[in-house]
């Protein structure tokens, strides 16, 4: 396993749901969560664009600002990724918050499995 899938205690699996495969994301935190429930490849590429813009010294920019899902939101900044519900939730505090580099590695991780065979949705 990689290492900085073991410092966010993430694995990903392959798991066979009425007879087709369903890549999931396990792990005992928030962010995995939030990972789970980002499937769309282009969401995950345009994910990876924002935060390299930051990385490479990017002024706040409202449309790099957020990668969100149905479920969470999750605002860039200069240095971290921070992870809120999208809906029903009357806190502004993060759910959880991680380093722009640890955020950008685990989810080109994601991508690269989600593309990997077999892929998501296959009937087995």
Do not use: C, H
Request: aromatic letters at 14%.
């Amino acid at each position: 396993m990689d290492t900085i899938l073991e410092k966010y205690d993430i694995t990903f699996a392959n798991q066979i749901t009425d007879g087709f495969i369903d890549k999931t994301v396990n792990g005992n935190n928030i962010f995995a969560t939030y990972l789970s429930s980002m499937i769309d490849l282009d969401i995950i590429n345009q994910g990876i664009q924002n935060v390299e813009y930051y990385l490479n010294g990017g002024e706040y920019d409202s449309e790099k600002e957020y990668v969100s899902t149905e479920i969470f939101s999750a605002i860039i900044d200069n240095e971290n990724v921070s992870i809120f519900y999208s809906i029903g939730s009357d806190t502004f505090s993060p759910l959880f918050i991680i380093s722009l580099v640890d955020f950008k590695e685990i989810i080109i991780a994601w991508r690269d499995f989600l593309l990997e065979s077999p892929l998501n949705g296959t009937k087995i």
